[in-house]
């Protein structure tokens, strides 16, 4: 696996809130938005910021909302293809990663699973045909 993260999406409870707090506050270019829009992009330098619906988010990684199992971030890795996030998943099973959600074809286009690295945090391996990550 490449030594990158290519997207933090934070799971937002308020999402309008953190999108004034990181375009207004911070500064925090926004990428290909749209009001009304549920996943926010910020461009940043080496990596992605995104926000997304905490329940949404929670509900696409198929864990719970609240508790252990999800403590609302995902570290997300993009490859090329999605023989490549076969290959990464593959990579980080055999690492010790403890699988989540098998690589599947996803709602919003692409393809992407989830493994939990040893201490439970969660991770995407995504390959997204829309916004080039990696």
């Known amino acids: 696996m490449k030594p990158k993260i290519s ?3 934070l799971g937002a409870r308020d999402l309008d809130r953190m999108i004034a707090f990181y375009r207004d506050g911070l500064g925090l270019p926004l990428h290909n938005y749209s009001p009304g829009d549920d996943m926010v ?3 940043m330098e080496g ?3 995104g926000l997304f619906p905490r329940q949404a988010l929670a509900e696409d990684a198929t864990v719970p909302v609240e ?3 999800f403590a609302g971030v995902v570290l997300a890795h993009n490859a090329p293809s999605k023989a490549a996030v076969d290959q990464v998943f593959a990579e980080a099973l055999a690492a010790g990663a403890t699988a989540v ?4 074809d996803v709602f919003w286009g692409g393809y992407s ?3 939990a690295d040893p201490e439970g945090n969660l991770w995407e391996v995504a390959w997204n045909p829309i916004t080039d990550l990696t």
């Open 47 to 49: 990596t992605w910021l």
């Open 67 to 69: 508790g252990s199992g």
């Open 41 to 43: 992009m910020f461009r």
């Open 7 to 9: 997207l933090i999406t």
């Open 101 to 104: 959600k098998q690589p599947v």
């Open 113 to 115: 699973g989830y493994f």
